[in-house]
């Protein structure tokens, strides 16, 4: 299995701010990489896929960069209904394996 | 779009077997490139893949929980379903069902069905 691992685990930001969650592969994954967005009691939604590709329907305050090992989440202006927790997704190979999470709490 | 619904027991007992459905709706399960698979979510914890089917019926599991995993389709139904044997409290999760195209990440979900393993 690819081990993925975020950070930070929780991340305290305020309405406005520009926050970066950070996934590192313990191998190379190219650019397959997804990230999700997860409210309490909730599904997991997509937002990025192929490290960068926003998904339709999300808003462009959202981005994703990186290839090879490391990843990056980038919200450039917090919104109230960003405020919840985000997982990295690896599909480089078919064992499909996620980041332990990063919870995004208001500050 | 297509919409994914779990169904199935909430309470199993140790050492059964855990079986649920997942009930697809909005398109054919059976059409060309679309994968189907299982992750769960213990409580207060992280995502984790249990293994997919494919529109061939190929099938993927997570080497984790290969041996107690069966995923299998039915078509006429538009459904596929999980089995796990032997569970244990450390099964004990929301089960999600989701689809993805091959070797790629889901897309759509469903809701999610809480799953709890106690005598």
């Known amino acids: 299995d690819v081990q993925m691992t975020q950070s930070p685990s929780t991340l305290s930001a305020s309405v406005g701010d520009r926050v970066t969650i950070t996934c590192r592969a313990r191998q190379s994954i190219s650019s397959w990489l997804a990230w999700y967005q997860q409210k309490p009691g909730k599904a997991p939604k997509l937002l990025i896929y192929k490290a960068s590709s926003l998904e339709s329907g999300v808003p462009s305050r959202f981005s994703g960069s990186g290839s090879g090992t490391e990843f990056t989440l980038t919200i450039s202006s917090l919104q109230p209904d960003d405020f919840a927790t985000y997982y990295c997704?690896?599909?480089?190979?078919?064992?499909?394996?996620f980041g332990q999470g990063t919870k995004l709490e208001i500050k | 779009q297509p919409q994914l619904q779990e169904s199935g027991p909430g309470l199993v007992k140790p050492s059964e077997t855990l079986s649920l459905t997942c009930t697809v709706s909005g398109g054919s399960i059976s059409r060309s490139s679309y994968y189907w698979g299982w992750i769960r979510q213990p409580p207060g914890k992280g995502l984790e893949w249990i293994g997919s089917i494919s529109y061939s019926r190929n099938t993927y599991y997570n080497p984790s929980l290969k041996s107690r995993v069966t995923i299998s389709v039915d078509t006429s139904r538009n459904q596929f379903s999980l089995n796990l044997s032997s569970v244990t409290a450390a099964d004990t999760a929301v089960y999600y069902c989701a689809r993805h195209l091959s070797a790629a990440f889901f897309d759509f979900w469903g809701q999610g069905t809480l799953v709890t393993v106690s005598s």
């Open positions: 997704q690896q599909y480089n190979s078919y064992s499909f394996t």
